[in-house]
């Protein structure tokens, strides 16, 4: 009998240490971070077919890198549409809150003419856009990739 005292009591005593231990939502260092207070930078960048490598294929949603030293996220993606003299690949939407530290980017397809004449041809595209801040990167980064007949949604983490 005393022996069972002794063992509920030590599982009790090291439930709270083994708790923290075990609990997936704790907190980690970069919890802690403070988001950054403002974009500094943006860039659309349309790769050469050199670099399209390590850039996700078509049927994939894009990629989100983060570099902490530099305070930058980076996102990639690839994607097609009809009517190249008629269209491009554009950054239209790039919108951050600072308060909750949460980063939205929206990459898609923008008519850049309305002329009648627009080529019937497909094309295919490799795009990276690279945000900078003022310091450290944003907790949570959602991705969009609006094509002709496709969407993608990213979010991390």
Known sequence: ?????????????LSPSAAG??????????????PPSELIA??????????WDTVPELDEPPAITTKESN????IEGKTSYGGSN???VSLSET?????????TVTVSIEPISTADDCH??????AYRVI???DKSIPATIEANEYGDDYQFEKTEP
């Open 1 to 13: 009998m005393n022996r069972r005292t002794v063992l509920i009591g030590a599982g009790i005593a």
């Open 21 to 34: 231990c075990l609990d997936s939502g704790s907190a980690t260092l970069e919890d802690d971070k403070e």
């Open 42 to 51: 943006e860039e659309l960048q349309i790769l050469e077919r050199s670099d």
């Open 71 to 74: 305070s930058q996220v980076i």
């Open 86 to 88: 008629c269209n491009e």
């Open 95 to 103: 919108d951050y809150d600072a308060t909750e530290g949460a980063l």
């Open 120 to 125: 019937a041809d497909i094309v295919e595209e």
């Open 131 to 133: 945000l900078e801040f």
